[in-house]
């Protein structure tokens, strides 16, 4: 680590002193030689102090020595402009100026130009001073500060980080070179997300860098500034496994132990927060042993360089880590102006006749250095077109409260060499951001399970209904309940059931490609089970309904295939509407986010929530449309099935089962459909309420419509009589009653007291009822195989009702028609006692 910054105003480079010194030692001046004068501003106590140079090697200005005039600039851009006057309006003619630190670099780079002088400075880092239109004769044994930036792009690339935050104190040097790194990391397609800056306090700004979610942060402040921006580090707990913070590599080893009073927190509060930190820093100091230009290695330069020091502590000491670009800085003035001596030579012109208005000579210096490459004490000194020394960085992370070499990178070369031994606080580098994990939510494959065994159950009797109605379709009494509309609603229902499958499937099962599929199947199964199921009970009740409401006994004799074609066109309507919604607007897979969660475990994660939906771009207009086609035929189907409730009717034998069925049907969906929509983002809820609703509706609809079917035709024949008994009785209790009315009118005919159409009419109706009693009473009478029984029983064969050869129907000597006059009124008594006492006494007979 550098101790010091270079031409900080607080430090007096008393190194840089003594290494101009130990160059002037190398060899003592030589008599006859003439002098060139080097104006120097450096930031040092003391006052004007001339130094001379020479060198034992006869090949290096043979001819010349070169002397030294320095002034105490204190860093100051203003004493300096001061200074710079004096330096350029005393004798004598100053060949080369020597800046110390950026501030005074900037004023005389900028003034320099106008007196045909070149600028060499050893300890200037500004980025803007690579500014050859300001700048045109500077240049600078110092790297520039951005020679961090690349160094530190590497490094984000590495460890795969994509996001960086970055904080500055607001002077113009970090301004600069953040802008630089700026310009690097957008190439290189990594994000700053947070830029953040402070004059004096970064109290704020650090708080925004932890509001931010900031984890990898780039730190371009001053020593001082770095003490209060840690100590704020700390309080808000920005360090630790989760963040690495990137500091400049130029403080001092110790700069987090030292007292500050502008800061209120203790030593340990500061090691802590520290702890883990990387540095880039220019190397300074050639980590080879290899003997450059000056016949020194860079061990052999410190070693003579701390004599000098006579054992002062090398911290203490200000410009000790700049010591080795002064010694090679003044070496790159002395190699150039050798060159341009000898170019001079052959032009026959000379070093001496330089003067401020001597545009050629300057240019040849400008030429020389601009080409300049040798081996130094820092390690190869080149300069890359703006001025600037190209150099290696030393990467440096802090372990145990102690900096540790973890590598090295030459920008030039694009080499980075890793020594492998990074430490972090957790398992590894930290990410760059809170790790956002996608995690779909799936649904819960216990639910799908059971759900789908009564789905698998339901479709079973659906199929053995769907058997058992066809297998019987001959039997009279499931002719009269017409069995292809039943058959309908049994595939319907079953259909519907079907989908409660792909209702159930999601991203757990199938690929997201193929889900849109899964999609179209929710769609298709469920749409048209409901409009195959519902649209063949709708057709039976409408067709009751009608047949109620139609006085016209014509009516009754509509013929089946209107009820097929009517249950068709509710099927058509949907299958078209369903095809011009797929059409014109397909559904496909659409992702729900939800709030992001943080697990249970300690993890720098969060949990962004996902689900699966099947949707289209206009998916609430086309279920607005749907939804409302279907709700009227639902409230219609209620309506229609509470009139026809007391209706009945040989033609549909079960339209009381199909009402209840449509009430079921219906109250369920009406309830289902918003629900589900609430639910919708609950997919446990939203599939458990569809799918049960669908699966209770099409169970209930099943039963009640088959189960009473397969009761009935699965009792044998002695039960077979007692319910043809109970019909008969029904059937009997009716006609009697309008037997009686028949007698009275037939009484009031002969009387001749009505001769109305209407009365006859009424009159041939009643016949045509009697004789439809007979053919029921000749149906139950008809010779069938009996279970053997006690004589005397109800069922007794010698109790029957009427033998083969009876008339069930009689005239008395009154005129009037006495029915059932044989011994079988005593089955019917014993069937139906009270039905029995309800009997007018003239039509009973013991």
Request: net charge neutral; aromatic share 10%.
């Amino acid at each position: 680590m550098m101790p010091v910054l270079p031409g900080s105003p607080r430090l007096r480079p008393l190194s840089v002193v003594l290494t101009v010194s130990l160059l002037s030692s190398l060899s003592p001046p030589c008599a006859g030689k003439k002098k060139l004068y080097i104006g120097a501003l450096f930031p040092m106590s003391g006052g004007c102090t001339p130094w001379t140079w020479s060198t034992t090697r006869t090949d290096i200005l043979p001819d010349y020595e070169l002397e030294l005039i320095h002034y105490n600039s204190m860093c100051d851009p203003g004493e300096a402009t001061k200074l710079l006057y004096d330096l350029l309006y005393t004798e004598p003619i100053k060949i080369v100026l020597m800046p110390g630190c950026s501030g005074v670099s900037t004023i005389v780079g900028e003034a320099a130009r106008m007196w045909n002088l070149i600028v060499l400075s050893y300890g200037s880092s500004s980025p803007a001073l690579s500014n050859r239109q300001r700048f045109p004769t500077f240049f600078r044994t110092h790297p520039s500060a951005t020679l961090h930036n690349p160094t530190r792009v590497q490094l984000f690339q590495k460890w795969k980080w994509t996001r960086i935050a970055t904080i500055q104190q607001t002077t113009e040097v970090f301004t600069s070179t953040l802008d630089d790194l700026e310009q690097r990391t957008k190439e290189a397609g990594i994000e700053i997300s947070v830029r953040q800056s402070f004059l004096t306090d970064p109290a704020v700004a650090v708080k925004n860098l932890k509001r931010q979610d900031a984890r990898i942060i780039v730190g371009l402040f001053y020593e001082t500034e770095a003490r209060k921006v840690f100590c704020e580090v700390f309080k808000e707990k920005l360090y630790g496994k989760k963040y690495v913070w990137f500091l400049i590599g130029w403080y001092a080893d110790n700069w987090f132990k030292i007292h500050d009073p502008a800061i209120n927190c203790t030593v340990e509060n500061m090691t802590e927060a520290v702890e883990g930190h990387v540095t880039t820093e220019i190397v300074m100091l050639n980590p080879e042993t290899i003997k450059g230009v000056s016949n020194l290695t860079s061990q052999e330069f410190l070693e003579e360089l701390m004599s000098r020091l006579g054992g002062k502590n090398p911290e203490e000491t200000g410009g000790f880590q700049e010591a080795p670009l002064a010694f090679d800085a003044v070496w790159a003035m002395a190699l150039a102006l050798n060159k341009t001596s000898e170019r001079l030579k052959a032009k026959g012109r000379r070093l001496e006749d330089f003067n401020y208005n001597n545009h050629d000579i300057t240019a040849e210096i400008y030429r020389a250095l601009n080409t300049s490459s040798f081996e130094g004490v820092s390690g190869q000194v080149v300069f890359d077109a703006q001025g600037s020394r190209m150099a290696m960085t030393l990467i440096e992370q802090l372990q145990g409260g102690t900096y540790k070499k973890i590598g090295y990178y030459d920008s030039s070369q694009k080499n980075l060499s890793w020594f492998g031994n990074d430490i972090w606080i957790g398992a590894g580098p930290p990410a760059d951001r809170t790790v956002v994990r996608e995690e779909y939510r799936y649904l819960s494959q216990k639910l799908f399970a059971a759900v789908s065994v009564f789905a698998g159950l339901g479709i079973l009797l659906g199929i053995v209904c769907l058997t058992f109605n066809i297998y019987n379709s001959n039997v009279r009494y499931i002719q009269n309940s017409q069995p292809y509309l039943n058959n309908m609603t049994a595939v319907g229902c079953m259909m519907a059931l079907a989908a409660v499958f792909p209702l159930g499937i999601d991203g757990h099962h199938v690929h997201r490609s193929q889900f849109p599929v899964v999609c179209q199947f929710r769609l298709w199964l469920l749409g048209l089970g409901f409009s195959v199921a519902y649209g063949s009970m709708f057709t039976k009740i409408w067709w009751v309904h009608t047949l109620f409401t139609k006085k016209d006994e014509k009516n009754e004799k509509k013929k089946p295939w209107k009820l097929y074609a009517t249950a068709g066109v509710l099927l058509a309507v949907d299958f078209l509407s369903l095809m011009i919604w797929q059409i014109v607007d397909p559904l496909h897979v659409t992702i729900e986010k939800f709030t992001k969660e943080a697990p249970k475990e300690d993890l720098d994660v969060l949990i962004q929530p996902l689900l699966e939906h099947c949707s289209s771009d206009k998916i609430n207009t086309w279920l607005g449309v749907v939804y409302g086609y279907k709700g009227l035929l639902l409230l219609l189907g209620i309506f229609l099935a509470y009139e026809t409730k007391s209706v009945s009717t040989e033609k549909i034998n079960d339209h009381r089962a199909v009402g209840m069925a449509i009430y079921n049907v219906a109250v369920l969906c009406l309830i289902t459909a918003p629900v589900t929509m609430i639910l919708s983002s609950q997919q446990d809820a939203s599939f458990a309420f569809a799918a049960l609703a669908v699966v209770f509706s099409a169970y209930i609809t099943l039963v009640v419509l088959f189960v009473p079917k397969v009761w009935t035709l699965s009792l044998d024949s002695k039960h077979l009589y007692f319910i043809h008994s109970f019909d008969l009785i029904f059937q009997m209790r009716r006609l009697i009653t309008r037997g009686e009315w028949q007698s009275e009118q037939q009484d009031t005919l002969k009387t001749g007291s009505s001769t109305n159409n209407n009365d006859e009419e009424k009159s041939r109706q009643l016949e045509r009822e009697n004789r439809e009693l007979q053919k029921i009473i000749q149906e139950v009478s008809s010779p069938q195989p009996l279970a053997s029984t006690k004589a005397g029983s109800v069922f007794d064969p010698a109790l029957h009702p009427c033998s083969g050869s009876e008339v069930c129907g009689s005239k008395s000597a009154e005129g009037s028609t006495h029915l059932f006059r044989t011994r079988g009124d005593r089955s019917f008594q014993a069937v139906a006692p009270r039905l029995w006492n309800d009997l007018p006494p003239s039509l009973r007979l013991y």
